[in-house]
């Protein structure tokens, strides 16, 4: 978690953020000859999916901001709540 956070916030990486989230839980995108699992087929703690989610806008205009969140968002994973 803090790893992905980092190379968002402190590289300023918000898309290879994105790609290393996937990475850390063994789902290559762009890599036939790798084991595929849907991201939308998991879900993370809506806490640390919304940490994720400043991170990648932490540096952007309102509207780079809704974008990057749109991409998060629509790619995947989704969040639950801890009561759900």
Not at 66 to 84: A, C, H, K, V, Y
């Amino acid at each position: 978690m803090r790893a992905i956070v980092s190379v968002a916030i402190d590289n300023g990486d918000w898309e290879q953020a994105i790609v290393d989230t996937y990475k850390g839980f063994g789902v290559y995108l762009n890599d036939d000859d790798c084991p595929h699992i849907d991201p939308k087929q998991y879900a993370l703690p809506a806490d640390q999916w919304r940490e994720i989610g400043d991170a990648l806008t932490h540096d952007a205009s309102d509207l780079g901001a809704t974008n990057r969140l749109m991409t998060w968002m629509n790619i995947g994973p989704s969040s639950f709540e801890d009561d759900q």
